[in-house]
């Protein structure tokens, strides 16, 4: 479907979260302008899954504003326009991949949902798995099925936590290219630095809650000295944060 209006813009406003007593987001903000594609970088436990499930309004911030354009994340608007991957994706273990796609397909409202199913099927190449069963699936398969159910309704706004996380080298590319030509504004996490080279040409680079760093990858490189390798530039960056 192809969308005239941009996408809207994915913003965080001095958040912070607490667990507890333990804080896992200190005063973090950013912003992503419309269509604009990002990833979410930072070693384990720095916090990425937890800024996107404040992003997608399953938690809410103990201080601060999440915003999707001019929407809090909780609100109808922002689900409407919303397409999220968790990071323990479960599609119902019991229905095919085709089930499952027309059931979240039906209940996102599109009015076309088997034409739909069918060219995400082909474009994922998810079709010999289509009357399989999820339980009898391969993890990667059911990665697969997982970005297919979040993207299904072409959401303007996408939160996906390590999408590649399972999927083989040319299925990754093949999400790579799919994930490229959507028109949203896309938040990627990941903590691998070549993955986000390779989803995004801009990164928002976190470490224990806090933000580091954001730009583009070309801007990343000059921050190194001379053919110094992007990941360990981007190791320093997070180590002086310790
Ligand atoms: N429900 C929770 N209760 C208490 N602490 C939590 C909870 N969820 C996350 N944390 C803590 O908050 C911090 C950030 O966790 P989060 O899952 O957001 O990190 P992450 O960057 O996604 O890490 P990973 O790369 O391992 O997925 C971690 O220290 C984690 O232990
Ligand atoms: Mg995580």
Redesign the pocket.
């Known amino acids: 479907m192809e969308r005239s209006t941009l996408p809207p813009s994915i913003e965080m406003n001095g958040v912070s979260k607490y ?2 007593d ?1 804080q ?2 200190k005063n973090l903000s950013f912003k992503l302008e419309p269509g604009e594609r990002c990833a979410l970088l ?12 404040i992003l997608v309004g399953l938690l809410s911030p103990s201080s601060g504003e999440a915003k999707i354009g001019d929407f809090s994340p909780s609100s109808e608007d922002s689900r409407r326009m919303m397409g999220y991957l968790p ?1 323990d994706a479960s599609p119902y273990r019991t229905f095919s991949v085709r089930e499952n796609m027309e059931y979240i397909g039906a209940l996102r409202g599109i009015d076309d949902v088997s034409d739909k199913v069918d060219r995400l099927l082909d474009s994922l190449q998810l079709r010999e798995y289509e009357k399989s069963k999820v339980g009898r699936l391969s993890r990667g398969n059911v990665q697969k099925l997982a970005i297919a159910l979040a993207i299904i309704h072409d959401p303007s706004v996408l939160l996906l ?2 999408p590649l996380n399972y999927l083989d080298i040319p299925t990754q590319e093949t999400v790579i290219e799919y994930l490229k030509n959507l028109n949203s504004t896309q938040l990627v ?1 990941t ?1 691998i630095m070549e993955v986000a080279t390779r989803l995004t040409d801009k990164v928002i680079m ?1 470490s224990r ?1 806090t933000f580091v760093w954001s730009g583009t990858l070309e801007e990343l490189k000059r921050l190194g000295k001379e053919g110094e390798p992007i990941e360990r530039i981007v190791a320093r960056m997070l180590t002086d944060v310790l």
């Open positions: 667990y507890g333990f896992a987001l930072g070693p384990n436990g720095a916090g990425k899954t937890t800024t996107l499930k990071d936590d390590e996490s903590h976190i809650g």
